[in-house]
């Protein structure tokens, strides 16, 4: 016990120092965490309805198929786009929010793209918000990039009191719209480790200036609400396709109606969204909601955070840590008391089940509740106590079932042991004791070596045990040429007496057998058993460095008496206790009564008779 209490305290000590190292640093079950909340945010996702004021343009596979005809191939000439947001522009939408990149100006059909800018300054006197999408290029394009201080204004690019002034970045500009026009913000895409898109950036930090997204850019210039900080993780609505759609191809012939059909209102106080999800364009990435999700839906949803105030939280990892330690501590006190592991174990799977239900409706309240990690690490270091415990439950069963087998049959130490019926501690029961003593012994000893009489007492002996281990008995001890057993214990027996005096035939029978074996010289060797059934203390007695189960009391030392007035009288004698507990199921004769040493009053005994052969004498 000492030893299990101090291997508790300091195996518990280190494996909360490691938890908490991982739940703050190494983070490296974050990947099954992932996987739990995005499973779940995509179950929440699928019962919210994404915002109806979000309205998607779509260039998709039948917009490219339906306008080649008309417009040519892919890219259309940006005269499509001026008369389309023209269209849009009479419906008095919130904003226009292009999610294509016109990064390099149309050389073949220039007075397409003057067309393009001459829309917009015309929608921009009239006060309508468009805004396009830049690209953040990878960090070592920076030294062919700009001069911050240069493309700040045109950017949008906020100056903090880190910027440096000389520095260069490099970013893929609207360069076909006059930068007079410029709305703009980033639409990098970001992705976790394992490469699924969680988050949006809002701002990214080059050098100390702060480059807005796209969805910022237009959140501000809309007057909502936008957080200062480097990004946000998106709270999804809806599944694959949330927004409402429309086919560009389908809006675009619309306007060029005498008489359009579809309601001229339908745009009005809306953000509208413009861009492709067309498979030939490849603008689909990795999110908790789908394998293949459009990037126009991404850029969506983050409007639609930042427009309703949804972005997602996480519980902070403080609390994790305090809930993680303090389930780590309750597991602790209850191994260190030796509680049962059975309702730890219990305990702990209602609070997973019930972690992993909360986590999901957290994300109601915006709250995103890793449990994963927090619970994997309690299981992991409650199933390390629990098979210690095992192991060493285990060693110790097996010393009990040596030690046990040498007094009991083995398969009756192993049923014993299988439901802890087994005590080690002193009790008192109800058994019938049997002593067992070779007649004889002498002139059996007197014309053989040491070693023949040793071999034929091993052999007598072997035989003897065999009937009181098939008859459930326990084998006490030898004492010279004696043998002491008796039922009842350790395991319950009912019938205890009726078992005793079954194995004393039996043993009288098999003495017969080994008289045989012997030879006709040999036939003056006998046996007397004498039983007697009364109360007596039972357990393992003896010192700390060698104990033995046995049976002690009066009940003992009687049966012992009993066996010694054999001779002479019969080769089987009871007592009449044993006799009144089995007298329904075997026939016994009356010998009369007998003085015993150590007793006042004389002992009534009788002799069992044998089915087979009547009394035994």
Request: charged share 20%; with cysteine.
């Amino acid at each position: 016990m000492k030893n299990l209490g101090r291997f508790i305290h300091i195996f518990s000590f280190l494996f909360m120092l490691l938890t908490a190292f991982e739940l703050r640093y190494l983070n490296l079950f974050g990947s099954l965490d992932f996987r739990l909340s995005d499973y779940l945010v995509r179950l929440h996702a699928s019962t919210l309805r994404a915002d109806p004021d979000i309205i998607i343009v779509n260039i998709d596979d039948a917009s490219l198929a339906g306008m080649n005809a008309s417009v040519g191939n892919w890219p259309w000439p940006r005269s499509v786009h001026a008369e389309l947001i023209e269209g849009i522009a009479k419906q008095q939408p919130l904003a226009i929010v292009f999610d294509l990149t016109f990064e390099q100006k149309d050389v073949y059909r220039p007075e397409s793209d003057a067309r393009f800018n001459e829309a917009l300054q015309t929608l921009k006197q009239d006060h309508q918000k468009i805004f396009f999408p830049m690209i953040r290029r990878p960090v070592e394009s920076d030294k062919q990039g700009d001069l911050l201080t240069d493309i700040a204004v045109p950017l949008g690019l906020i100056k903090t009191d880190r910027a440096q002034v000389n520095a260069r970045a490099a970013f893929q500009a609207p360069l076909a719209i006059d930068p007079s026009l410029w709305q703009v913000g980033t639409i990098n895409f970001h992705k976790d480790e394992d490469g699924v898109g969680r988050r949006y950036n809002l701002y990214t930090d080059v050098y100390g200036w702060l480059a807005p997204s796209l969805p910022a850019k237009v959140a501000t210039a809309l007057s909502y609400p936008v957080p200062q900080q480097s990004n946000m993780l998106l709270a999804w609505r809806g599944e694959k396709f949330p927004f409402k759609r429309i086919s560009y191809a389908d809006l675009y012939h619309d306007f060029e109606r005498e008489k359009p059909q579809r309601d001229p209102r339908e745009m009005r106080g809306k953000i509208v969204v413009i861009g492709t999800d067309a498979s030939a364009l490849h603008d689909i990435r990795v999110t908790p909601i789908d394998s293949l999700y459009s990037g126009l839906d991404i850029l969506a949803t983050a409007i639609d955070n930042l427009k309703n105030q949804r972005t997602m939280q996480i519980l902070p990892g403080w609390i994790s840590l305090a809930a993680c330690m303090t389930l780590l501590l309750a597991v602790y006190l209850c191994f260190w008391r030796r509680v049962n592991a059975l309702y730890p174990g219990l305990a702990l799977l209602a609070i997973s089940v019930l972690s992993v239900v909360g986590s999901y409706f957290a994300l109601s309240a915006l709250l995103l509740v890793p449990v994963i990690t927090p619970l994997l690490l309690i299981w992991i270091y409650y199933f390390s106590l629990a098979l210690r415990e095992y192991w060493l439950e285990r060693l110790s069963r097996q010393k009990t079932v040596q030690l046990f087998s040498r007094f009991v049959n083995p398969h009756v130490v192993k049923e014993l042991v299988s439901f802890e019926g087994l005590s080690r501690a002193g009790e008192s029961r109800e058994i019938t004791v049997l002593f067992s003593d070779i007649r004889g012994f002498t002139s059996l000893s007197e014309n053989r070596t040491p070693q023949e009489v040793v071999s034929l007492l091993n052999r007598y002996f072997s035989l003897q045990v065999e009937v009181v281990f098939r008859h459930g008995g326990s084998l006490d001890k030898f004492i010279g040429d004696c043998i002491m057993a008796f039922w009842g214990a350790p395991l319950d027996d009912a019938e205890h007496a009726l078992h005793a005096v079954q194995a004393a035939l039996e043993m009288a029978d098999v003495l017969q057998q080994f008289k045989r074996e012997l030879g006709d010289l040999e036939a003056d060797f006998d046996v007397g058993i004498g039983l007697h059934s009364g109360s007596a203390v039972v357990g393992l007695i003896g010192s700390e460095q060698r104990k033995e189960y046995t049976a002690i009391g009066d009940t003992v030392n009687l049966a012992s008496r009993i066996e010694g007035l054999t001779k002479g009288i019969s080769r089987i004698l009871v007592s009449r206790e044993t006799m009144l507990l089995c007298r329904d199921k075997l026939d016994f004769q009356a010998l009369g009564s007998y003085k015993v040493k150590g007793r006042e009053q004389e002992v009534e005994l009788f002799a069992p008779v044998s089915p087979n052969q009547g009394e035994i004498t």
